[in-house]
């Protein structure tokens, strides 16, 4: 139900956007977030989206330089990627769960929905 794409290798200080396509009644009802997990730690929320898009959340590293955002006309949450650094290389995952509520929940256990992974590496 979710696809992700977008990974790449790039450069420290580079760029990258992220995409997770959807359905439309998944796109609709749910929050869709992006996790990410690095080898060796454990899966780890980086931004998420509400249902309508009023309210986004970001782990505290990435406020400033990721940004979270929504095309209703194509079902497709995006994660813009700035200022890339190597501590950011991690295979990075969409997630959705159901909800009415404009909130955003950041622990993986919350999802039920999940993509694939796409892998991001920043070379330093």
Excluded: H
Excluded at 58 to 68: C, L, N, Q, S
Excluded at 74 to 101: F, H, I, P, W
Aim: aromatic content about 10%; hydrophobic content about 30%.
């Amino acid at each position: 139900q979710l696809q992700a794409s977008g990974g790449g290798l790039v450069q420290a200080g580079g760029s990258l956007r992220l995409s997770c396509a959807t359905s439309r009644s998944t796109f609709s009802d749910n929050v869709i977030s992006w996790f990410r997990q690095a080898p060796g730690k454990e899966r780890q929320f980086v931004a998420g989206i509400s249902r309508t898009g009023r309210k986004v959340a970001y782990v505290e590293d990435a406020k400033g330089r990721f940004t979270i955002s929504r095309d209703v006309a194509k079902n497709t949450v995006y994660l813009q990627m700035n200022g890339l650094r190597s501590e950011d290389t991690a295979v990075y995952y969409c997630a959705a769960y159901l909800s009415g509520r404009e909130t955003v929940r950041g622990s993986p256990n919350e999802y039920t929905y999940w993509g694939q992974g796409t892998q991001v590496t920043v070379s330093s």
